[in-house]
């Protein structure tokens, strides 16, 4: 038995010491097994290490608040006085306008790559779409307070008035930030999610669905309303979460625009704070520890906010990709 | 490939070797004085050059948070702190904290009035109602009062204030709790206070990039931030009811009774002083260094810079629209800087 | 069939597939948009200055954000250092190890790691890496973006593993390689490509983060000597002075915008094609 090392080329010959040689190689393998799980655990440790930390941390809030921080609106670090209602308000505002915005857009959007363009035209835009998703939440917050901002102020906000001003929602003063311009900017954020997985999603539908109804005399239109898009819709719905969970975390491109000014308020023209934005402003100058655990039960808010969301997301999305839409 | 990286690695490391000769001094703080502070930064480390003071203007409520936290050497804040924060400090620090005032500066009332280019007057009425929420148009009788002649459109008044914890929105709450009686028991003074309305912008920076671009809004900035951004400020009413103009010489006339009993621990507020000519929303600021240090480099480096700042650094302040500290008060903190130990 | 009714339908067919036509071009022309703005805005300001030179004190014109772009590599450097071992070791257990359980829960929570809001991830930085040792650092800001990179390493790493076929596999190991050499001498140089441009994707994706950084990092107006001062980067310093009044600044933060986005876009056109070429695709 001459080798020490388990190099392919110095195997030994058969019969000199096979069971050494095999144990070595099995212990090279235990040893690849062992380094790569500890590894694969170390995940597990980061992230139950993230939950530990946002728990304990925000430990003094919520023994002083209790459940009434989830309805309190008063944010007043003079008092010591905090309430998350006007956060998860504005959070919620921000990403729902957002998608009321990019589901129609994406969605139809995807639909064309998917259904009617010529394959390399679709995934040539599919390309730059992926391209749109990459772009810095920073670079969408400097666009948004240079061009979306006046832009509200000075010609969205204005016609919206005119049109719909007897609704609530879009009276009051119109300063350009406020909860409608964060939510165009979220959608622009997004619309580039929903594109891409519910064209992934459009384009596992099988084929003879849509022959089966377009042989039954329907339109292109009909038959992709009506059958395709009904059969992808647990998918669809999956990059609909996805997207919103993504809306809810988004922190730069929201505090740039949004006017944090932590009120209800029901004009969509108003300006508003969202968790992510409120802790980016105030962490650094969180005076105080009650001060500073507050804010901390946000973050830890938000997780769970969207740890629910991306889980059901995952859900939807994997159980349509295994073929599990059903008909209309 | 393999080329690019080696050079990016050999940069680092140059990085690091080279970095590592320079004393590295952390402080945050005040946006109030924070033009002052990077132009006496800037200069000293140009006159020593292994010394580099990194200051990040993150608000007065950010500087004492950071302090106390310890990730920063010193602090600075438009508020002195009061006696609860400064019980943390020592509990957190096993040491006390001593304010040493830099400059003088005022806090003037910004606004972005797009027909009106005249210099509006604001009485101590107009100015706690607008920011009370009570006053919402531009033309309310009390606003049209103090400027006859001038045309005041019938818009909505948007309000700015500060969204986070700023030691301007101290001072700015600090004289408008002396103004109004309902404003000191509706929502009192501090650094991060409970707006009744307005729209938040993020240091003194943010509030005037607001103002600039929303028009029918007024704001409260540190004065040089309006003088450098060519934004409008108005006259302001003092309590002996006469209309002033934040200027050096209103600035220094309402310093001068504290010039004269300045309190040993240089904590004091001048908002709202007697004098025909004082500026009423005028503050000292101050650096807010603990009184030990465990690494003697930096505490050393520290005085030296403090000793500088309160001689050859106070010629930058007019320049930059701050006044001078009055000769008793700097005198009296170079004697202070020997109690940092 | 009534004459009208098929005029309607044929009608609302040609109306709503023009529609979907609109909003795919309409979407892609944001892009457009978006790059055109940057370089016409960012353009105009990027000059020598920009480069080479430290920023100036408060109001004055000029200066750069040199410590900035040293800044931003310094950090990506320390998130791959720290990020893509475990990213890829990670994804080497789930593709070829792995038991069926653990394997779920793994990529579960490595799902849930990417999902998690980038700012709470800055959180637990904060807690982990500054309050303990009462210092803004680089390390602290890096470990913040390596804890991003990981998930997105782990999953192509993982994906692209599971791609090369078992007959490789079986080839390498009926000449009598174990497991483990089969997959570091077959298995990952055939998916390196693959692999490699996953984890370049992943620093591309943290390069444009802010908020992690915010109270991690924190910012520097000078050069950061060694790794545990704060340290200036090109995000914080966009937004920093995007939401500040001076022009000057803006110009800055356009040019420095116009750089971010040109190195993340490069980064991703590349990589996209080169996965493209070699026929995977890969999933959000």
């Known amino acids: 038995m001459s080798?020490?090392?388990?190099?392919?080329?110095?195997?030994?010959?058969?019969?000199?010491?096979?069971?050494?040689?095999?144990?070595?190689?099995?212990?090279?393998?235990?040893?690849?097994?062992?380094?790569?799980?500890?590894?694969?655990?170390?995940?597990?440790?980061?992230?139950?290490?993230?939950?530990?930390?946002?728990?304990?941390?925000?430990?003094?809030?919520?023994?002083?608040?209790?459940?009434?921080?989830?309805?309190?609106?008063?944010?007043?670090?003079?008092?010591?006085?905090?309430?998350?209602?006007?956060?998860?308000?504005?959070?919620?505002?921000?990403?729902?306008?957002?998608?009321?915005?990019?589901?129609?857009?994406?969605?139809?959007?995807?639909?064309?790559?998917?259904?009617?363009?010529?394959?390399?035209?679709?995934?040539?835009?599919?390309?730059?779409?992926?391209?749109?998703?990459?772009v810095p939440s920073v670079i969408y917050g400097l666009l948004g307070i240079f061009i979306v901002v006046p832009l509200m102020r000075t010609v969205i906000g204005p016609v919206l008035k005119s049109v719909l001003g007897v609704l609530p929602t879009f009276q009051g003063p119109n300063y350009g930030?406020?909860?409608?311009?964060?939510?165009?900017?979220?959608?622009?954020?997004?619309?580039?999610?929903?594109?891409?997985?519910?064209?992934?999603?459009?384009?596992?539908?099988?084929?003879?669905?849509?022959?089966?109804?377009?042989?039954?005399?329907?339109?292109?239109?009909?038959?992709?309303?009506?059958?395709?898009?009904?059969?992808?819709?647990t998918g669809i719905m999956g990059s609909i979460f996805l997207a919103l969970a993504r809306a809810l975390g988004e922190t730069m491109a929201v505090t740039m625009v949004i006017g944090n000014n932590p009120k209800v308020s029901a004009s969509l023209f108003a300006p508003g704070y969202t968790i992510a934005a409120v802790i980016a402003n105030e962490f650094t100058e969180a005076t105080g520890d009650l001060y500073l655990s507050a804010l901390i039960e946000l973050g830890l808010v938000l997780f769970l906010m969207t740890f629910i969301l991306n889980g059901l997301a995952r859900l939807l999305i994997v159980a349509t990709e295994r073929g599990g839409g059903h008909p209309a | 490939m393999k080329k690019a990286a080696l050079s990016i690695l050999l940069l680092l490391c140059l990085a690091v070797i080279v970095g590592a000769q320079n004393l590295a001094i952390n402080a945050a703080g005040a946006t109030f004085p924070y033009p002052i502070y990077s132009k006496?930064?800037?200069?000293?480390?140009?006159?020593?050059?292994?010394?580099?003071?990194?200051?990040?203007?993150?608000?007065?409520?950010?500087?004492?948070?950071q302090l106390t936290a310890g990730t920063v050497d010193f602090g600075a804040s438009?508020?002195?702190?009061?006696?609860?924060?400064?019980?943390?400090?020592?509990?957190?620090?096993?040491?006390?904290?001593?304010?040493?005032?830099?400059?003088?500066?005022?806090?003037?009332?910004?606004?972005?009035?797009?027909?009106?280019?005249?210099?509006?007057?604001?009485?101590?009425?107009?100015?706690?109602?607008?920011?009370?929420?009570?006053?919402t148009k531009w033309?309310?009788?009390?606003?049209?009062?103090?400027?006859?002649?001038?045309?005041?459109?019938?818009?909505?008044?948007?309000?700015?204030?500060?969204?986070?914890?700023?030691?301007?929105?101290?001072?700015?709450?600090?004289?408008?709790?002396?103004?109004?009686?309902?404003?000191?028991?509706?929502?009192?003074?501090?650094?991060?206070?409970?707006?009744?309305?307005?729209?938040?912008?993020?240091?003194?920076?943010?509030?005037?990039?607001?103002?600039?671009?929303?028009?029918?809004?007024?704001?409260?900035?540190?004065?040089?931030?309006?003088?450098?951004?060519?934004?409008?400020?108005?006259?302001v009413q003092n309590a002996d009811g006469k209309f002033v103009k934040a200027t050096l010489d209103g600035v220094?006339?309402?310093?001068?009774?504290?010039?004269?009993?300045?309190?040993?621990?240089?904590?004091?507020?001048?908002?709202?002083?007697?004098?025909?000519?004082?500026?009423?929303?005028?503050?000292?600021?101050?650096?807010?260094?603990?009184?030990?240090?465990?690494?003697?480099?930096?505490?050393?480096?520290?005085?030296?810079?403090?000793?500088w700042m309160l001689s050859d650094g106070q010629q930058y302040n007019e320049a930059l629209s701050y006044a001078k500290l009055p000769k008793g008060v700097a005198d009296k903190e170079l004697k202070a800087i020997s109690k940092i130990q | 069939m009534s004459q009208a009714r098929l005029v309607w339908r044929k009608s609302l067919n040609a109306v709503m597939l023009t529609l979907t036509g609109v909003a795919a071009f309409g979407v892609v022309s944001i892009l457009f948009l978006i790059l055109g703005y940057l370089i016409w805005n960012g353009g105009r300001s990027l000059n020598l200055d920009f480069f080479i030179q430290l920023p100036k004190p408060v109001g004055e014109t000029g200066g750069g954000m040199a410590n900035a772009i040293l800044g931003s590599l310094k950090l990506l450097f320390l998130a791959a250092l720290m990020g893509l071992p475990v990213g890829l070791l990670a994804g080497v257990y789930l593709a070829e190890f792995g038991g069926k359980v653990f394997t779920f829960v793994i990529r579960y929570t490595t799902d849930l790691l990417n999902g998690v809001p980038s700012i709470v991830i800055g959180i637990f930085a904060y807690t982990l890496l500054v309050l303990p040792v009462k210092h803004f650092s680089t390390l602290a800001g890096g470990l913040a973006l390596a804890v991003m990179v990981v998930p997105i390493t782990v999953r192509s790493t993982e994906e692209f593993l599971r791609a090369i076929p078992g007959s490789l596999r079986e080839g390498a190991m009926a000449l009598g390689a174990s497991q483990w050499r089969t997959i570091a001498s077959v298995v990952l140089p055939a998916a390196s490509g693959g692999i490699v441009t996953g984890m370049l994707l992943?620093?591309?994706?943290?390069?444009?983060?802010?908020?992690?950084?915010?109270?991690?990092?924190?910012?520097?107006?000078?050069?950061?000597?060694?790794?545990?001062?704060?340290?200036?980067?090109?995000?914080?310093?966009?937004?920093?002075?995007?939401?500040?009044?001076?022009?000057?600044?803006?110009?800055?933060?356009?040019?420095?915008?116009?750089?971010?986005?040109?190195?993340?876009?490069?980064?991703n056109m590349g990589c996209r094609l080169v996965l493209s070429r070699k026929g995977m695709t890969r999933s959000v």
């Open chain 1, 3 to 134: 080798t020490t090392s388990t190099t392919l080329e110095h195997a030994a010959p058969p019969g000199a010491g096979p069971r050494a040689f095999v144990q070595r190689l099995r212990q090279g393998d235990e040893v690849a097994h062992v380094i790569t799980l500890v590894f694969a655990a170390a995940i597990l440790l980061i992230t139950s290490l993230l939950v530990y930390e946002l728990w304990i941390q925000s430990h003094l809030s919520r023994a002083k608040f209790g459940w009434a921080f989830f309805w309190t609106s008063i944010w007043d670090p003079n008092a010591d006085d905090f309430g998350a209602l006007p956060f998860i308000y504005g959070t919620l505002v921000t990403s729902i306008v957002s998608l009321i915005i990019a589901v129609p857009l994406g969605l139809a959007a995807a639909i064309f790559l998917a259904e009617l363009a010529p394959r390399k035209l679709s995934d040539g835009v599919a390309f730059l779409i992926d391209l749109l998703a990459a």
């Open chain 1, 177 to 233: 930030v406020g909860f409608l311009t964060a939510g165009i900017v979220l959608a622009i954020m997004v619309v580039p999610f929903i594109i891409s997985v519910s064209r992934e999603v459009l384009l596992t539908v099988p084929r003879d669905q849509r022959e089966a109804a377009l042989a039954m005399g329907a339109t292109r239109w009909e038959a992709t309303w009506q059958v395709v898009v009904p059969w992808a819709r």
């Open chain 2, 40 to 65: 006496w930064f800037d200069v000293y480390h140009s006159q020593h050059s292994n010394i580099q003071i990194n200051y990040q203007s993150i608000g007065s409520g950010g500087g004492i948070r």
């Open chain 2, 78 to 135: 438009d508020m002195p702190m009061n006696d609860d924060q400064m019980k943390e400090f020592q509990s957190k620090n096993g040491c006390g904290v001593l304010h040493f005032p830099t400059v003088i500066g005022a806090v003037v009332p910004t606004y972005n009035v797009p027909k009106v280019s005249a210099d509006l007057k604001f009485t101590q009425k107009a100015i706690s109602g607008i920011y009370l929420g009570t006053i």
């Open chain 2, 139 to 235: 033309n309310d009788p009390e606003i049209v009062k103090a400027n006859p002649g001038v045309a005041l459109p019938k818009d909505d008044i948007v309000v700015v204030h500060r969204s986070d914890g700023s030691g301007t929105t101290f001072i700015w709450t600090d004289f408008l709790s002396k103004a109004s009686g309902d404003w000191k028991s509706k929502v009192g003074s501090g650094t991060s206070i409970n707006w009744p309305v307005g729209l938040g912008g993020k240091g003194n920076e943010g509030v005037s990039g607001l103002l600039k671009q929303t028009p029918d809004s007024i704001g409260y900035v540190e004065l040089i931030y309006a003088l450098q951004n060519n934004i409008p400020f108005g006259l």
């Open chain 2, 252 to 307: 220094t006339a309402a310093a001068s009774r504290a010039a004269k009993s300045m309190p040993d621990d240089f904590r004091v507020s001048i908002t709202n002083e007697a004098g025909a000519t004082s500026y009423p929303i005028s503050s000292f600021t101050w650096l807010l260094i603990p009184d030990k240090f465990k690494d003697t480099g930096k505490r050393d480096a520290i005085k030296v810079f403090l000793k």
């Open chain 3, 202 to 267: 992943s620093l591309a994706r943290v390069a444009g983060e802010t908020a992690p950084l915010l109270f991690t990092a924190f910012s520097n107006r000078y050069w950061s000597p060694g790794w545990t001062q704060p340290i200036a980067s090109l995000p914080v310093m966009i937004y920093t002075y995007a939401i500040a009044p001076y022009d000057d600044w803006h110009r800055q933060a356009w040019a420095a915008g116009l750089i971010l986005l040109g190195l993340v876009l490069l980064a």
